[in-house]
Each structure stands twice: as structure tokens, then as C-alpha cells.
């Protein structure tokens, strides 16, 4: 799953002192759109690759790719990008990261795209929810019967019991519960620390974390052909965040948020295109159920926002 964002939603706060002087909210949907359209690409790319590469090899690359554009961001920006006030948490942030991206393309190699991503919309649910338990943040009822509401969602396009959806899905489940612990940690580092601060601490960690297991599960890629694709994959991965990060830096994080559900789109999309995969109507059912009750909670923060 994709570093920042809404979970982003997908989405790691700013922190104050990194809004700029002037918003530009327009560009700032432009960029995140087109971010999301890059990050699709490179789980279209990461799902071919399972046909050839372990899921950890894989999630090396797409990393290494992270840590390409964190290196050019400390090249423009200096070191203080790694200044930070709470190291435990980014490396624990870090390490779910791991989790969420290997649980999710373990699981692709099995589950057409869309119907990963339509479950992975659990995220923002479980966000809420562990942010009401863990932060102590204000959940009034209309957003708990949301959150019930999309659960619901989640349960229709996995179908549990009949047989419809592969095993392989409750790995996308995994990998959105960390997505979210993440998320809520995302929270907590956004008063202290940049947000690119919090991209270049994951993708060290992440990137030196997997390179310890890296030689039990190494293929060395053969064909030019997957080269190409490791290397779309991690460039693709790069630039989207590296865009995502701009956009919040130049635009409302509340504006920005729905794009977040245009990742439906585009994976459905690059399903039909590179598999040859639809979902059926079921998925379109739960999908719709999904991203209309997190639009909803994205509403009423923002509504909530603006009392505060």
C-alpha cells in the first residue's frame, strides 16, 4: 500500500509550520490525482511482478525507489529533513510500512487489483475508529454508523463463506489494519515533524529492515523486460509521493482527500487493461458502499474542523 496519503485519508498531516504562504487547491488536486494515477501504475506493475519475484523483493525495489526521491529531497532541502523528535515512532512507522506493502502484494498476486483496493478502503474506517480508542479524539454517532456502515461494505466484496474471493484477501485486511496503526501514528508526528520528514524516515527503515531478508527470497531479474518493470515500479512509487507531498504542501488537506478514492478508478482501469479483470457487480456494490460512507466521515471532519 502507498506510504502517505488517506490514508491519505492516504494521507499524513502537515504540520503547521509547513503551510505555504499561499494555497493553490486546484494544482494541489491535479497533483495528487495524477500521484494516485502513478501509484496504481506501479501496483499494476508490482502485481506482474509477482508472476517472477518474491512480494519482499518486490517491496525492496518499490522502496529503494522511496529512498531514490528522499535522497534528492535532502540534496535540495539538507539534513534537516531528518531532524526528528520522536525517532522510536518513525522507525515503528517505518516497519508497519514493511507490513502493509508486503501483506498487499502478496495478497495481488492472488486477488484482481480493484477488489484489493476496494478492501483496502477499510483503512480510513479503522482510522477513525483507533483514533476515537487510542488518541482519544471525538466520535460522535453519525460517524461510528458510518464507520459500521463501510465495514459493511468491506464484508460485500469479500463475500466471507461463499467462496468467492481468494484467501489471499484477508492479507489485503493486514495489511490495511497496519496501514491505519500507521496512519494513527502519522497523527501523532504531524505536530513535531515534517511530513517529508516522515517519508524519509520509513523509507530508510523499511529499506534496511528488508535488506536483511532480502538474500533468502533474492531472484536475479533475467529479462530486460523485468528490469524495466522494477525499475517503472520504484520510479512510479517515487514520483507519486514525491507529488503527493507537493500537493499538501501547496493545497487543504481536507480539499485533497476524496482523490483519494480515484484509486478505484485507475485500478480498475489497469485491471481491465494489463489482466483482463472486472469486477462484478457485488464489488462495484461493496466498492460504492465503501466510498461513500468515507466520504461522508471526510465531510463531517471537515464540518467538525470548522466549528473548532
Known amino acids: 500500500m502507498r506510504d502517505i496519503a488517506l490514508t491519505s485519508s492516504h494521507s499524513t498531516p502537515l504540520s503547521p509550520h509547513e503551510h505555504p504562504h499561499e494555497l493553490n487547491n486546484t494544482r494541489g488536486l491535479l497533483l495528487m490525482g495524477l500521484g494516485f494515477l502513478l501509484f496504481s ?55 508497519l510500512a514493511v507490513i502493509s506493502a508486503t501483506c498487499f502484494i502478496f495478497a495481488v498476486k492472488f486477488v484482481p487489483l480493484a477488489d484489493a483496493v476496494a478492501v483496502s478502503f477499510v483503512a480510513p474506517f479503522l482510522v477513525t475508529a483507533m483514533g476515537a480508542l487510542l488518541l482519544g479524539e471525538r466520535v460522535g454517532l453519525k460517524r461510528w ?9 468491506t464484508l460485500i466484496v469479500i463475500r466471507p463463506g461463499m467462496g468467492v474471493m481468494h484467501p489471499a484477501v484477508l492479507l489485503v485486511l493486514v495489511a490495511a489494519s497496519a496501514f491505519a496503526v500507521r496512519q494513527v501514528l502519522s497523527r501523532r508526528l504531524a505536530s513535531s515533524d515534517q ?100 466520504l461522508y466521515i471526510i465531510h463531517r471532519e471537515r464540518q467538525l474542523a470548522s466549528v473548532d
Do not use: C, N
Open 195 to 294: 511530513t517529508i520528514t516522515t517519508v524519509a524516515y520509513t523509507a530508510l527503515a523499511s529499506v534496511l529492515a528488508l535488506s536483511f531478508s532480502l538474500p533468502f527470497f533474492w531472484t536475479m531479474p533475467e529479462a530486460d523486460l523485468q528490469w524495466a518493470l522494477l525499475a517503472g515500479m520504484a520510479v512510479f512509487a517515487a514520483l507519486g509521493e514525491l507529488m503527493i507531498i507537493k500537493s499538501l504542501e501547496i493545497a487543504q488537506a481536507s480539499v485533497l482527500a476524496p482523490m483519494h478514492y480515484s484509486l478505484i478508478i485507475w485500478s480498475t482501469f489497469w485491471g481491465w487493461l494489463v489482466f483482463d479483470q472486472l469486477p462484478d457487480r457485488w464489488t462495484w456494490t461493496g466498492a460504492a458502499i465503501i466510498v461513500a460512507t468515507g
Open 145 to 153: 454508523i458510518a464507520v459500521a456502515i463501510g465495514f459493511v461494505g
Open 41 to 95: 501504475a506501479a501496483d499494476a506493475q508490482a502485481k506482474l511482478l509477482t508472476e517472477s519475484f518474491h512480494p519482499v523483493q518486490i517491496v525492496w525495489f518499490r522502496q529503494l525507489g522511496l529512498l531514490s526521491g528522499v535522497v534528492i529531497a535532502l540534496a535540495i532541502r539538507g539534513p534537516s529533513i531528518l531532524r526528528t523528535r520522536h525517532p522510536v515512532l518513525q522507525i515503528a512507522r517505518g516497519m
